[in-house]
Nanobody, 121 residues
């Protein structure tokens, strides 16, 4: 059984910074892609940033240059450093891990519980 626990988030003024973390526990072979998604009220969930097992990162245009995704493979953790936050960054943020539970098996998606980020103007 794989479990994800998110931490971080909160209320910050525009221009401020926050750091989100996501930790995976349980029995599995390897974490492949790690990603952060967000969903604002009335909007669809969108991909914010992702990082491959080889640490190649991709960002949504709206956060490029302000957010930084990182991963610690030894500890099965990833983080999202969010700087220069804007009111439009307000959303519920979810971590997503694509995990291969056994070496010969498929990859499955696991989701964190979500953490709220609110940016005031």
């Amino acid at each position: 059984q794989v479990q994800l626990v998110e931490s971080g988030g909160g209320l910050v003024q525009a221009g401020g910074s926050l750091r989100l973390s996501c930790a995976a526990s349980g029995n599995f072979f390897r974490i492949d892609t790690m990603a952060w998604y967000r969903q604002a009220p009335g909007k669809q969930r969108e991909l914010v940033a992702s990082m491959s097992v080889g640490s190649s990162a991709n960002y949504a245009d709206s956060v490029a240059g302000r957010f930084t995704i990182s991963r610690d493979n030894a500890r099965n953790r990833m983080s999202l450093q969010m700087n220069s936050l804007k009111p439009e960054d307000t959303a519920l943020y979810y971590c997503n891990l694509r995990i291969r539970t056994v070496s010969w098996g498929p990859r499955n998606d696991y989701w964190g519980q979500g953490t709220q980020v609110t940016v005031s103007s």
